[in-house]
């Protein structure tokens, strides 16, 4: 499991190769939506490294990235 504040908790995904973070804070919430952020560098070269999408979305975008 991952411990500590945000950024050292990016950094432990980073380290453990996770390819992308969802991030959900208060704000987020509040407003249904939630961060989508590309910790792999390769990928984050073809696309944004951050993105704001509804919640709704999160799913979805994951399968269709899945697929690439």
Known sequence: ????NVSKRLK???KTDCQIAIL????E?????????????TWALSAEKE????ISEVIPYLLAIKKV
């Open 12 to 14: 432990q995904a980073d």
């Open 51 to 54: 993105m704001l999408i509804s």
């Open 24 to 27: 959900i804070g208060p704000e």
């Open 1 to 4: 499991p991952l411990s500590g």
């Open 29 to 41: 919430y509040q407003a249904g939506k939630a961060k989508i952020r590309h910790l792999d560098q």
